[in-house]
Structure formats: structure tokens, C-alpha cells
């Protein structure tokens, strides 16, 4: 499976609002929310379709839908700047919660939270916008697989490379989408360049 670069000009403008540390609370929450759909449309280009004949207002036709149910996991607390996108666009999208939080110390997750509904025989996308190490990332798709999830896709904003490859040599069936991969980790293992702490930045925390 492979690394997908979201190289969409929109994708990269917003990215750089968040990036900028001017950027006030409002302001970065308008632009998560705007990168997420612009991160959903390139993560579900592939997603199957079944045929649906219809009749418009002058003849039948051939139509199309979406063959299967798409389920979003954010994970809390940062993920839930990348979840209304696909409520606003998917019809009949279902939502699990994972709650993992980063040992400020150690950057090891722990889990806190869980709540998932049925995934087996649908689409999973495991949203959360920043993939530092990856040990955050490898847990959450450890446990949705325990959980049932075969189509699996993991969607953030910015990666590291450090993170990028942990998720590939430990989940090499997931997919990732990242509008953009940065240099390196500092020694508190943040992403620089990065954008800080996305979560302090979406809910007014810092
Ligand atoms: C952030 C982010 C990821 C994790 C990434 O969450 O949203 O979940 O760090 O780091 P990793 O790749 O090194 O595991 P954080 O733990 O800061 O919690 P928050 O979302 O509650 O702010
Ligand atoms: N979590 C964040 O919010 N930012 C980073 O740079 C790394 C982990």
C-alpha cells in the first residue's frame, strides 16, 4: 500500500494557515475543517461503486452509487478537527471514537476511550492529523482491526518520516494520506517544521 501525497493546491494554502503560528483559534478551525475535505475526497477516489438505473425527468438511465458504508474514527481529541467533513459528505457514514493521548515525557500513547460501531464489510478511514512517531497511529489500527476493519485507510495532515515508515513496516495494508511529509521530529518528538500541538491550537488548549 502506499504513502499518498495530497498535493491539491487547496490542501497546500490551508496547510499553511496552519502552519502559521499567527493563525488564532477560529481561523485554524475553519482551515482543519476545509483541509478535511479536501483530505476525503483524494482518500475516497478509490471507493467502489454499483450500478443504479434511475429515470430522470426525460428518460432512464444508467446510475451509480456508493457499494458500501464508510465509517470515520477520529482520534480524540485532535481527530475531531477532521470529522466534519465527512459528516457533511459521505450519506450514511457511521463514526467510532478512539481516545490516545501522547506521554508528554516519553511520546508513548495510551488509550482512554473506545467506541466503535460494526466495521466488518465496510470502508475505514482512521482520521488524526498529526503522525509523529506513528506509535499513536499503529495502535489505533491495531485495535480497529481487533475490531473488525479489513478496508482500512489512515488520513492525517502532516507526517514525519519517522512515523511514516513505522506505520508501513507495521501496517503495510493501510494506505496513508497526508497533505505533506516534513523534515524530521525534534527531541520532544514534534514534527518540524509542523505546526505545534494541533489539539492546544483546535481547542484553544495552549
Ligand atoms: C497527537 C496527535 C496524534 C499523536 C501523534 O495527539 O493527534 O494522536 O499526537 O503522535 P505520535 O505519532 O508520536 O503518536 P496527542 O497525544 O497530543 O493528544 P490530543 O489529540 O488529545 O491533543
Ligand atoms: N502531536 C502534535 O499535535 N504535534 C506534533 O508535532 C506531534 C504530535
Redesign the pocket.
Known amino acids: 500500500m502506499a504513502l499518498r501525497l495530497v498535493d491539491h493546491p487547496l490542501a497546500q494554502h490551508l496547510l499553511t494557515i496552519l502552519r502559521d503560528q499567527t493563525t488564532d483559534t477560529l481561523q485554524f478551525r475553519h482551515a482543519s475543517r476545509t483541509l478535511a475535505t479536501v483530505l476525503m475526497l483524494e482518500a475516497t477516489r478509490d471507493l467502489p461503486l454499483a450500478p443504479q438505473p434511475i429515470s430522470t425527468p426525460l428518460t432512464t438511465t444508467d446510475g451509480t452509487r456508493l457499494a458500501r458504508g464508510i465509517t470515520v474514527v477520529p ?5 475531531l478537527g477532521l470529522l466534519q467533513a465527512s459528516l457533511d459528505l459521505f450519506p450514511d457514514v457511521t463514526v467510532g471514537y478512539l ?4 506521554n508528554e515525557e516519553t ?1 508513548a ?1 495510551s488509550s482512554y476511550y473506545r467506541k466503535l460501531p460494526k466495521l466488518a464489510n465496510r470502508v475505514t478511514f482512521c482520521v ?10 499503529c ?2 489500527l491495531h485495535v480497529l482491526k481487533e475490531a473488525g476493519a479489513v478496508d482500512l485507510h489512515y488520513v492525517c495532515v502532516l507526517a ?1 518520516p519517522e ?1 511514516v515508515a513505522l506505520l508501513q513496516a507495521e501496517h503495510p495494508d493501510v494506505d496513508i494520506y497526508t497533505a505533506a511529509v516534513d523534515s524530521h ?1 525534534n527531541d520532544k ?1 514534534y514534527i518540524v517544521p509542523g505546526l505545534g ?4 491550537r483546535l ?1 484553544g488548549t495552549l
Open positions: 482520534v480524540l481529541r485532535a481527530g481516545g490516545l493521548e501522547r511520546a500513547a488524526d492529523p498529526m503522525l509523529a512517531t506513528g506509535g499513536s497511529a495502535q489505533a514525519a512515523g521530529l518528538k500541538d494541533y489539539g492546544d481547542f
